[in-house]
């Protein structure tokens, strides 16, 4: 049976192995949990201002059929999820309230008065959309819009969300059903990815806890394996790959299968990020292999494809990305994961309840998530980073209100529900270590 702990693409690209010692190293802390414990940025190796990527030679020119060409032999993938022999169940736990005392300063009444308006009217328009009645909805878009949104202030506060909101029941009411199609994997959405990344202390936090999770799951093996479904810009995994290289034991061998969008997709490709991560072990003396599957959908992978191999400790890692199978077969997904036996399985989701039937109840709950999230953001001044930021929060807003059926991936459930599933699948919780 597979554990987990809860805090709360079949195209091939290329193998990267080094190995051997070299004339210098990087200085890094004695110890790994030392590492992976440490400040927010040292998880940052990958960002375009990082001086050790920078100072990395060119990636070769690939020749006809080298060894690191690229192929694509089978279908698309979305979203997917990870399980196994342990593993570790992360969802991102509610983000914090946090409520600017300045808002209210800085206000007269007539604008909180308004806000209220604009909230009531922003419920009242949910609830009318909910009952069919599209001429009332359209109405209180109208007056939304038009009225009340110009006597708030849209920059911050409430007056920023609810413009958010008014825009997607908007879309939802006067624009075409939007088309199913892959989601999740593609090059905006990395980029704005990205920068949410460096806006918000979540991810940075998940990551932390993942990767001290897998680091100890990893103890006493000598060849490791991770599968990441949600490998993005990799900026997970520098902390890791230095942690794994300094324990006491021993560097172990290193596999690392990276599911991402196409090659060329997004600013930098997964080969590229794989060459810098490659180069990263290289310069620690440790023996590593890099191997990409280039997916636009998850649903579609194929277990075969991720090459497992039973004398290597497996670890499955799923960030913020299994919520977006909830309206497909995501318990099949489960079931296979499970049975490629991983040793753990780390995933991070949101806390939230955006994946009620009615509509009401969902636009209610993605109304009050989304308020605490973006005052949370207010902390944040770097730019463009927040900006950024704030359109990838959007275009999760645009899709739990304007989308029904397979199109509606932003699916965010609660631990308990989470809990339950995992358990059915075949899996069990694991403890955060003291370390985490």
Known sequence: MGSYQYTGASSLMGTFEFNGSLDSYRVMPSEPRQLINGQASDLAFLTPNNTFFSELPPLPTLEPGSDLGVSYPGPALSPMVAVGGTWTQEIESQLPRQQSQQ??????????????????????????IQCGEVRLAASLVDEMANGLLSRVNTAYGIGKVAGYFVEALSRRLFQPAPEAGPTGLGSDFEVLYHHFYEACPYLKFAHFTANQAILEAFEGHDYVHIIDFS?????????????????RDGSPSLRLTAIG???????ESIREIGWKLAQLARSMNMRFAFRAVAASRLEDIKPSVLETDPKEALAVNSIMQLHRLLGSNINSI??????????????????ANHNQPEFLTRFTEALHYYSTMFDSLET?????????????????????????????????????????????????PLDLSQSA
């Open 231 to 247: 490998f993005m810009n990799g900026l997970q995994w520098p902390a890791l790959i230095q942690a794994l290289a300094l324990r």
């Open 334 to 351: 489960l079931n296979w994961v499970r049975n490629l036996n991983p040793k753990i399985v780390t995933l991070v989701e949101q806390e």
């Open 103 to 128: 808002l209210l300063t800085y206000s007269d009444v007539g604008e909180e008065d308004s806000g209220i308006r604009l909230v009531h009217a922003l419920l009242t328009c949910a609830e009318a």
């Open 261 to 267: 969008p196409p090659l060329g997709s997004g600013p």
């Open 380 to 428: 944040c001044h770097a730019q463009p980073h927040k900006t950024l930021a704030e359109m990838y929060i959007q275009k999760e807003i645009s899709n739990i209100v304007c989308c029904e059926g397979s199109v509606r991936v932003e699916r965010h459930e609660p631990l308990a529900k989470w809990q339950a599933r995992m358990g059915q699948a075949g899996f069990k």
